[in-house]
């Protein structure tokens, strides 16, 4: 029992190390583990009832995002990257952009990755104004 014990801790810090379980998921997770054993113990009914609350638990966890707030969230972040707050146009949008591609890019010392994120959000803020125009 306690290599049983062990093989579930082991493979749980693995998903949790690689982001394939969140933080939030361990507890639920537990719970499913836990009715699992007392159902397998032979303490049938008080095990499904342990596993089916720990399964309505990880499910609550799992609420998928919407496509707008993913899409406000990549605004938001866009926003940050290049230090606009605030109402902006497409020219303040523009001035940020150029400031901070002078400074990172690869050419200057930056780097690819870096260039490609301020692009990424030029591009994101400036697509969203043309988009509210129309």
Known sequence: MPILFGLIGIALGWALWTKRLL?????????????????????????????????????????????????????????????????YDANMVRACHRKLITENHPDTGGSDERAALLNKARDLLLAEMKNKQS
């Open 23 to 87: 933080p939030s998921q361990l507890l639920p997770t537990l719970l499913i583990i836990a009715g699992a054993g007392i159902a397998a113990k032979g303490q049938f009914l008080g095990g499904i009832a342990v596993l089916v609350i720990g399964i309505a638990w990880f499910a609550g966890k799992r609420k998928p995002v919407s496509q707008n707030q993913s899409h406000a969230y990549q605004l938001d972040q866009a926003r940050n990257l290049l230090g606009i707050t605030g109402d």
